[in-house]
């Protein structure tokens, strides 16, 4: 059963939530939506379950027009990033209960649930009530009652965003292997571009109700399209330098120039923005290219096991993305060695221009 | 502990102080008129079931509770089953001026009920309500429901908006939904709700009194016909009194954990 989406926009209240959104899902895919808060993630999941009606534009499945269609009759499951299960419901009710109500016969249920809990390790708390479990165990019964049945298309929204690390992780693998044996139609909102890398599938970027780019998840952070789509799939936000190619020579702010080098000889004079994901800058050259900055820290920011350093030198910023703890003095002077060859190239307008990864170079 | 103490003792003043009233309502139930005329005495001399058996064995007085009860749990029945949808409505939807009228919706209650009366009494006696339960139950609708319809309000938006709709992702219908999932969910609510339309129901009495002459007579009413020509049987009244607070009571220790969560978490 394919999904599809044409033209679909959505105004709530004067504000514009989806504008023309046209995608189209295939069955067995999994499909990530990436996206900062408010892109329009829910919104657009919201029109493919049926929740919300769009302001225009079509909502189709499997070719025929299901855009009036009530959510009870589309056959979809939904995961919310909220803890959603029925209180008053044991686990075991709550998961049987799209199959109680399609009328399944009770040994068929008995046995679905089962298997179903099995499989996300909950079987030992069947007969609690939801709000007796762990956060952990919460989620994982609403997505038992999501995978329970042979829905066609499961919708997950942020599901594992208020778990804690270690079961993010745990659950975003198994739920991995989870639909490599179904043949649904998986969607996958999600704000962390890591997130989105590790899911795999195909990836769609929303930015303020806007579709900006659909691939493979790697195609897609290999070459994005366009300055926003390079910012969205990176974490922390991809540096972007202003600069100028001037006879054979790349110059940022005034000090900082270079020659042309393989990749980037294509380029004609003019102003461009190159891009530079913090983690391909580094404290210690590894080509003799790499280009040498003095900069000064601003800030060192723990992330995890990895240190956000944030540069500044009078004509730019940057953020560099190492591994491990360190701590650093503010406005301590620093050297960082910038590889030329890993420059992301957009023209003044934000378009790509040049990707250093992309497989078929133009 | 020395504190604990005091604290105990400022407790059992209070609760002394408090129950005096009552006690010397159920002291007075258990004396005969002339003991009760003759002076002071903390207990009954002459212990007597008599009041009692009067108001069981006669039906001018049981009727009185009777009637009371109907049009009591009448008012509840009805108020539920309008201020459910209704609260429902206010919680989950937009609607044009739906802030407003939830707002005016408490005004009925700013006014006393006196002012309801003449326009109540004219209306029921013209179209044949007059002298029956329904009439005194639909009246203090008119109180009842506009504070059913904020609390139960309170407590429904107090559930995610998430669980109808993946209620309704499983297959739910609306009504399959509202009965096996969301009612149980707001249970407290419909038990603070139902014990205020009690409590507001079962002690207003001016408009209980007026709507009815007869066949509807609550037993505030009946209460006052105990002035004869003897004087007042003073036995007799406090007897109809302590059988007045029990229902309360009932009421009070029934839905005694619900009300406690709804002043936690609710609009009350």
């Known amino acids: ?362 | 502990m020395q504190i604990s103490k005091r604290k105990g003792l400022g407790l059992s003043v209070y609760l002394f102080f408090l129950l005096i009233p009552i006690y010397w309502l159920i002291n007075m139930s258990f004396k005969k008129k002339d003991e009760v005329l003759s002076g002071l005495s903390l207990w009954p001399r002459d212990f007597t079931l008599e009041n009692y058996i009067t108001i069981f064995t006669d039906s001018s007085w049981y009727m009185g509770y009777v009637n009371s009860l109907l049009y009591v749990s009448l008012n509840m029945a009805i108020t539920l089953l309008v201020a459910l949808p209704a609260a429902y409505a206010f919680s989950r939807y937009k609607f044009i001026g739906d802030k407003h009228l939830f707002f005016w919706l408490l005004t009925n209650r700013m006014a006393p009920p006196a002012v309801f009366l003449l326009p109540f009494f004219q209306l029921y006696s013209s179209i044949g309500l007059f002298d029956t339960h329904w009439a005194v139950a639909l009246s203090h609708c008119l109180f009842s429901v506009p504070l059913a319809v904020w609390i139960l309000e309170g407590f429904m938006s107090a559930v995610p908006r998430e669980i109808d709709e993946t209620a309704y992702i499983d297959g739910y219908s609306f009504p399959h939904f509202f009965v096996r999932i969301f009612l149980p969910l707001i249970s407290s609510g419909i038990g603070v709700t139902a014990f205020f339309s009690f409590l507001f129901s079962w002690v207003e009495l001016l408009l209980a009194r007026t709507l009815t002459s007869v066949e509807a007579k609550p037993i505030g009413a009946v209460m006052t016909r105990t002035i004869s020509a003897e004087g007042i049987d003073w036995g007799l009244l406090a007897a109809a009194g302590v059988l007045t607070i029990l229902p309360g009571l009932l009421v009070i220790w029934l839905v005694r954990n619900h009300v406690a969560k709804g002043f936690a978490l609710g609009r009350v």
């Open chain 1, 1 to 362: 059963m394919s999904l599809s989406l044409e033209s679909v926009d959505s105004v709530v209240n004067g504000n514009l939530h989806l504008s023309q959104i046209n995608l189209s899902l295939q069955p067995g895919s999994f499909n990530v939506l990436l996206g900062r808060t408010l892109a329009g993630k829910t919104s657009l999941m919201r029109m493919m379950a049926g929740l919300d009606r769009p302001t225009s534009g079509r909502v189709l499945m499997d070719g025929a027009d299901v855009t009036g269609i009530p959510v009870q009759k589309r056959n979809i499951s939904m995961v919310y990033q909220q803890f959603i299960n029925y209180p008053n419901l044991t686990v075991r009710e709550n998961i049987a209960s799209p199959l109680r109500l399609a009328k399944t016969n009770a040994a068929e249920v008995e046995k679905r649930v089962l298997e179903t809990a099995d499989m996300l390790q909950i079987t030992p708390f069947l007969d609690s009530y939801p709000l007796a479990l762990s956060g952990g165990q919460q989620q994982r019964t609403a997505m038992a009652r999501a995978l329970v049945k042979d829905a066609s298309v499961i919708l997950f929204d942020e599901p594992l965003v208020n778990l804690d690390y270690k079961l993010r992780e745990e659950l975003r693998s198994e739920l991995r292997e989870l639909f490599k044996i179904r043949n649904a139609i998986a969607v996958y909102a999600t704000t962390e571009p890591n997130e989105a890398l590790a899911l795999g599938g195909t990836t769609t970027l929303l930015h303020e109700g806007k579709i900006i780019q659909t691939g493979p998840s790697a195609q897609v952070y290999r070459e994005p399209a366009n300055v926003i789509a390079a910012d969205l799939f990176s974490e922390p936000p991809i540096n972007l330098i202003s600069g100028q190619v001037k006879d054979n020579e790349v110059i940022f702010g005034e000090s900082v120039h270079f020659p042309l080098n393989q990749d980037l000889r294509n380029l004609t004079n003019g102003g461009y923005q190159f891009g530079v994901r913090p983690s391909h800058i580094g404290l210690v050259p590894h080509n003799d290219d790499d280009l040498e900055l003095s900069m000064k820290v601003e800030l060192a920011e723990i992330s995890g096991s990895e240190t956000f350093l944030h540069l500044t030198s009078p004509q730019f910023n940057l953020v560099v993305q190492l591994s491990g703890v360190h701590a650093y003095h503010t406005d301590a002077a620093i050297k960082v060695y910038l590889p030329i060859h890993k420059l992301f190239v957009f023209n003044l307008d934000g378009d790509m221009v040049q990707s250093p990864f992309a497989l078929v170079n133009a």
